[in-house]
């Protein structure tokens, strides 16, 4: 698993429980040093250890925890890169929604030797829709439901969001738009602001 995904995993149990909570957790998880590095590699087992740790030491299910880590990628202030690469998908929720298919190669364009999941959007009708999750890593859906949460709160759109599962290595959120103007979004300018 990519160092960078680690160091997010280690970045929201950081940042919402504190270092030696992370610390206890590293530990459990049987890891022998407690930060990742954000461009290495690391056995696949490793992540499970820590996601496992994560959800042994709050009581939190397994897909809850991957959930809550799509949800601080978006919306935690610290890791504002993430937002900023999701909001150039769209003016709006569904335009964002339909920037997904797209949304790989724009990760890869960031960091080229990530392995992000490959995205299929479908839309059933004008608010409703399903997405597709293709990964060899089991729970990249539920990453994404927090993350597809979080943009719709960052749009001020209502949505409803249900995984609905997983069959070999696809997994299937189904999206339901239920007001796009419901509250105020976040504010996102597309250029960098100057600096002094």
């Keep these: 698993m990519h160092g960078l995904v680690n160091r997010s995993i280690q970045g929201f149990v950081q940042d919402n429980f504190g270092r030696a909570r992370w610390v206890e957790i590293a530990h459990l998880a049987g ?16 992540t499970l250890q820590v996601i496992d740790a994560i959800t042994r030491t709050f009581g939190t299910p397994y897909d809850t925890v991957l959930e809550d880590v799509g949800t601080y990628l978006v919306a935690n202030p610290k890791v504002q890169a993430v937002r900023r690469l999701l909001r150039f998908g769209g003016a709006d929720f569904v335009e964002f929604l339909h920037s997904l298919d797209e949304l790989p190669e724009r990760a890869r364009l960031a960091v080229d030797d990530l392995d ?3 995205l299929e959007l479908r839309e059933h009708s004008c608010n409703m829709f399903s ?7 089991p729970g990249c859906g539920h990453v994404l439901v927090g993350m597809l949460r979080a943009m719709a709160d960052d749009y001020g759109t209502l949505v409803l969001l ?3 599962g997983r069959v070999q290595r696809s997994e299937l959120i189904d999206i339901t738009v239920i007001e796009t103007a419901f509250a105020d979004g976040r504010a996102f300018d597309l250029g960098a602001r100057a600096v002094g």
């Design 162 to 164: 249900e995984h609905m």
């Design 31 to 46: 890891l022998e040093f407690v930060e990742f590095e954000t461009m290495l590699h690391y056995p696949d087992r490793m």
């Design 131 to 137: 997405l597709r999750v293709d990964s060899r890593y």
């Design 116 to 118: 992000p999941p490959r």
